[in-house]
């Protein structure tokens, strides 16, 4: 494992519930403010429950990409989690 994707891996692991974070706000805090897509490619093979995926979006807004069901399962996800998206 890289040493960004592990970076990458821990900050997503400490998002808190009802939190979310910007696929650019992550690669920020790893080490690489232009590597957005990085991180979105990293956590698109990322199968681990403890790492929660669901709160990483784009920074307009939407969704974005989510291996275990797609923008609307992690739409549903993040709801539930109070989260308030526009």
Known sequence: MTDFR?????????????????Y????????????????????K?????Q???HRVIRSDGTMGGYNRGGGKQK???LKKEGVKLT
């Not at 093979?45 to 429950?49: E, S, V």
């Open 6 to 22: 592990t970076k990458v891996l821990a900050i997503v692991k400490g998002i808190k519930r009802g939190k979310v974070m910007t």
């Open 24 to 43: 650019a706000e992550v690669a920020k805090r790893a080490g690489n403010g232009k590597a957005a897509r990085a991180v979105g490619a990293i956590l």
């Open 45 to 49: 093979t990322n199968y681990d429950p």
């Open 51 to 53: 790492i929660p995926c």
């Open 75 to 77: 739409l549903a996800k």
